[in-house]
């Protein structure tokens, strides 16, 4: 089962189910499809897809009923040949790819039928802009779709917030604590100083007015959806590649984080950490 725009990837049905659960209310029925079978019309013609990445959601897209010709660009060039390449394997013709820098380049040229972004606007410096952009760019009955974090910068979460993520944090075995990059053995999450983090992610310290008032702001809104990971991204942010597909023991694991996201959400302790938006441009 493939979930694009996933918060992280971890090869989990019982996650994959979680997230699907949270936005569609339908452990089966992921966002992607949720989106675009309630706000896409029955033709989408031209779509762009803005920081494509490895290529999950236009291929996941491009598979749909009704779906025409998908442009899907990435700042980074060598994403964008990976996803390239996957695209050319899985025999997906109507796909074409080219490299972009959202901030620095003008947007490829419309008018596009639905704009898509994932996991990319709360990495920009000035989101405004971007977003006027992919408003001016869409046909006049066009949609812009984003799945995205809108939680706080870099573990800025209150004490409370913490020491909740802390508890759980604690069940992970310690091989799911290390770190992958450095093999450092991780033992508690710490709030990140606002001076590293205006060094180490810029865009991200940068953009403290929200997405979510921005979006509403530029687009006319028509729906907004929950993407969860209140308590499984500061738990599990940085640590996904440390999980084995296939392990029975990660996949119980997994469960009881999932059930326990779930729980809190329900009684109101967690707020989402990701949200799915749909937009229409605004009648002059």
């Known amino acids: ?32 499809s949720y989106v675009r079978a309630l706000h896409l019309p029955a033709n989408l013609g031209r779509t762009l897809v803005i920081g494509c990445g490895n290529g999950d959601l236009e291929r996941a897209l491009v598979r749909k009923d009704g779906v025409g010709s998908i442009l899907a660009v990435d700042a980074d060039p060598a994403a964008v040949e990976r996803a390239r390449r996957a695209a050319k394997r899985a025999g997906l013709a109507s796909i074409s790819y ?69 508890r759980y944090f604690r069940l992970l075995p310690e091989r799911l604590r290390r770190e ?37 702001r530029v687009f006319a809104p028509e729906a907004e959806y929950p993407g969860g990971g209140g308590l499984l991204h500061p738990v599990l942010s940085g640590l996904a590649e440390n999980f084995r597909a296939g392990s029975p023991e990660d996949e119980r694991l997994l469960q009881v984080l999932c059930a326990a996201e779930e729980h809190l959400s329900a009684s109101g302790l ?4 990701f949200r799915i938006f749909v937009g229409r441009r605004r009648m002059t």
């Open 1 to 32: 089962m493939t979930h694009p725009g996933s918060p992280f990837w971890v090869p989990s049905p019982a996650l994959q189910r979680h997230l699907n659960r949270t936005a569609t209310g339908n452990p089966e029925f992921d966002w992607l």
């Open 98 to 166: 080219g490299v972009l820098d959202p901030e620095a380049d003008a947007l490829p040229g419309g008018p596009w039928d639905a704009v898509f972004a994932s996991d990319l606007l709360h990495r920009v410096r000035e989101p405004q802009p971007l977003l006027e952009r992919i408003h001016a760019a869409l046909t006049p009955r066009g949609r812009f779709v984003f799945f995205e974090y809108v939680g706080p910068n870099r573990f800025q979460y209150v004490e409370e917030r913490l020491e909740l993520a802390r």
């Open 180 to 216: 992958p990059r450095t093999g450092r053995t991780l033992w508690r999450l710490e709030r990140v100083d606002p001076a590293r983090l205006e060094r180490e992610r810029p865009a991200e310290a940068a953009n403290s007015e929200g997405l979510l008032p921005l979006a509403r």
């Open 270 to 273: 967690l707020d989402d950490a």
